[in-house]
């Protein structure tokens, strides 16, 4: 089986999120993704809404993606998340499929600060995507052979075209009460409902 991982704070998961993983699924001929919401991220600070409500968010947002599984894993373990954990703990759990780690342009191009990132790269592969026109495939290329020539063969780099959207804007969006149309509407209704971003 070929399994896709995504990680992310999700903080509210957003079109972009759900567009980059289907056209994932679709074009590399996933059998499988895990989609799992951190506990702690450690790359930034944060001071965000909760694992659960984050982890209740994504699985709202991935519903209907029927290859999709919403997995709380991390936020199981506390503290911060770091990715060579995951990794190594789901190589366990699925010794014999190919798994594909998958990330945005921001997050490959600082790849390199990760915590053990060679490690990570033993357990799976890294599919990388741009997030923003004005970063191209070929930038991202020229990084993995900056930083990694020698598992080169580790990154996949797509060049799917992105909805240019971050979580950080969709909540400045409902924070200053303006809507969105990058947040699906039962995700909103969670919003709305629990109070979230004001
Ligand atoms: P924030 O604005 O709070 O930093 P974010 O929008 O970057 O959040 P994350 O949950 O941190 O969202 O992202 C999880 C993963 O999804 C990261 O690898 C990120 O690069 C990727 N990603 C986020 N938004 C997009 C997008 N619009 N297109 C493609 N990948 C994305």
């Given at each position: 089986?070929?399994?896709?991982?995504?990680?992310?704070?999700?903080?509210?998961?957003h079109?972009?999120?759900k567009?980059?993983?289907?056209?994932?699924?679709?074009?590399?001929?996933?059998?499988?993704?895990?989609?799992?919401?951190?506990?702690?991220?450690p790359?930034k600070?944060?001071?965000?809404?909760?694992?659960?409500d984050?982890?209740?968010?994504?699985k709202?947002?991935?519903?209907d993606v029927e290859?999709?599984?919403?997995?709380?894993?991390e936020i199981?373990r506390?503290?911060?998340?770091?990715?060579?954990?995951t990794v190594?703990e789901?190589?366990?759990?699925?010794?014999?499929?190919?798994?594909i780690?998958?990330?945005?342009s921001?997050?490959?191009?600082s790849?390199?600060t990760?915590?053990e990132?060679?490690?990570?790269?033993k357990?799976?592969?890294?599919c990388?995507?741009?997030?923003?026109s004005?970063?191209?495939?070929?930038?991202?290329c020229?990084?993995v052979d900056?930083?990694?020539?020698e598992?080169?063969?580790?990154?996949?780099?797509?060049d799917?075209?992105?909805?240019?959207?971050?979580?950080?804007?969709?909540r400045?969006?409902i924070?200053d009460?303006?809507?969105?149309?990058?947040i699906s509407?039962?995700?909103?209704?969670?919003?709305?409902?629990?109070?979230?971003?004001?």
């Amino acid at each position: 089986m070929r399994i896709g991982i995504f990680g992310g704070t999700f903080d509210p998961p957003h079109s972009g999120h759900k567009k980059y993983a289907c056209e994932f699924i679709d074009r590399l001929s996933v059998d499988k993704l895990l989609v799992i919401p951190t506990c702690i991220p450690p790359h930034k600070e944060y001071d965000g809404v909760s694992g659960e409500d984050r982890f209740n968010m994504t699985k709202l947002l991935f519903s209907d993606v029927e290859k999709a599984v919403v997995s709380d894993m991390e936020i199981r373990r506390n503290g911060k998340s770091y990715t060579c954990d995951t990794v190594k703990e789901l190589s366990q759990l699925y010794p014999d499929d190919e798994l594909i780690f998958l990330i945005g342009s921001d997050m490959l191009l600082s790849f390199h600060t990760w915590r053990e990132p060679l490690t990570i790269l033993k357990y799976v592969k890294i599919c990388a995507v741009s997030r923003e026109s004005d970063i191209t495939k070929e930038m991202l290329c020229r990084y993995v052979d900056e930083y990694f020539s020698e598992n080169a063969d580790r990154f996949i780099i797509c060049d799917f075209s992105p909805i240019e959207i971050s979580s950080t804007e969709v909540r400045n969006a409902i924070k200053d009460k303006k809507g969105t149309d990058f947040i699906s509407d039962e995700v909103m209704q969670y919003i709305k409902e629990k109070g979230l971003y004001l």
